[in-house]
């Protein structure tokens, strides 16, 4: 499709818990990429995918924050013992590749609103 | 580091015509993006500029100077519809560093 679709909308969980969300990109994007947006501010970025493999990893908090893009399976995200400080929207982009990135732009999809409580 | 500066508000009446200011320190530069965010949804592409200079998308118009590090978003004939945030973005080779964004404000 020509959309990026993410799931869940809304994720609740208490501190401590696991937090996995989802994002499918669009159909011949080679290249995905996650951002944490708190309070409608900056969009940090997290991670990048170039197919399957890591493109750029340096936003990622190493100790809790996980990513992977496989074949034929959407993107996952996934936080291991949220804290407070992870209550975010987690943005999901897709884009053509190198040669059309800045032409196209990125394709965001609609968020995952995760509160942690 | 990769930093953009913009302002975190700026208001118009319906009609106008108003300019957004982005200014960046990055390294490895390819170009600067403007995105549009209604309400906290999905962002989206407005334009891009890889060169100096002016692009122009309708009513929507994109400047950069990269001597200055500098570029402007113009959005003329403003309408109701047009308040949103605007975040002003620079393209390296992995990928866009976001600026703070702008709030648009278009009253009647």
């Known amino acids: 499709g020509e959309e990026v679709a993410q799931t869940p909308k809304h994720l609740v969980r208490g501190e401590g818990q696991k937090a996995k969300l989802y994002c499918a990109p669009i159909k011949g994007h080679s290249y995905v990429f996650w951002y944490q947006q708190v309070l409608k501010n900056e969009f940090k970025f997290l991670i990048s995918?170039?197919?399957?493999?890591?493109?750029?990893e340096t936003g990622m908090p190493k100790e809790r924050f996980s990513a992977k893009c496989l074949p034929n399976s959407p993107c996952s995200l996934e936080i291991q013992a949220t804290k407070l400080e992870d209550s975010a929207v987690y943005f999901c982009?897709?884009?053509?590749?190198?040669?059309?990135?800045?032409?196209?732009?990125?394709?965001f999809g609609s968020g995952t609103r995760l509160t942690v409580v | 580091g990769q930093s953009l500066e913009q302002p975190s508000e700026v208001t118009a009446v319906e009609g106008a015509i108003v300019q957004i200011n982005c200014t960046y320190q990055?390294?490895?530069?390819?170009?600067l993006s403007w995105y549009q965010q209604h309400d906290g949804g999905a962002p989206t592409f407005l334009s891009y500029?890889?060169?100096?200079g002016l692009e122009e998308t309708g009513r929507f118009s994109s400047f950069l100077s990269r001597s200055d590090s500098y570029g402007y978003l113009l959005l003329q004939e403003l309408q109701m519809k047009d308040s949103a945030s605007y975040f002003c973005a620079a393209l390296t080779y992995s990928t866009l560093t976001f600026g703070k964004g702008t709030m648009l404000l278009v009253s009647p």
């Open positions: 982009a897709s884009s053509r590749g190198e040669s059309g990135t800045g032409i196209f732009g990125y394709t």
């Open positions: 990055t390294s490895g530069f390819y170009g």
């Open positions: 995918f170039q197919n399957e493999n890591v493109f750029d």
């Open positions: 500029n890889a060169l100096d």
